[in-house]
């Protein structure tokens, strides 16, 4: 956005949601639906597959940081 000069606001407009939702996805308080995936997709082209792909991997990410460890066996027959 910076490179083409665009605000968050501007951009947030431009797609259809609010500005604090945007803000929010860039700084990583909320994960981005399909929805917003797919109106970035048709503004600036941007795959919004790529773009959940990277939000559920940064999600995942998220997660096992977070995770309180759970004593859970794996089955004999589950690959290692």
């Excluded at 947030?12 to 803000?23: A, C, K």
């Excluded at 639906?33 to 600036?44: K, P, R």
């Excluded at 997660?63 to 759970?70: A, I, P, R, S």
Aim: proline share 0%; net charge negative.
């Amino acid at each position: 956005m910076a490179y083409y000069n665009i605000s968050q606001r501007d951009f947030s407009r431009h797609i259809g949601v609010s500005q604090s939702y945007i803000s929010d996805v860039l700084n990583r308080k909320k994960f981005m639906s399909s929805d917003v995936a797919l109106a970035i997709e048709q503004a600036t082209g941007i795959s919004a597959g790529l773009l959940l792909r990277l939000d559920v991997a940064y999600q995942l990410e998220h997660q096992k940081e977070n995770q309180t460890t759970k004593d859970i066996e794996r089955y004999d027959w589950a690959l290692v």
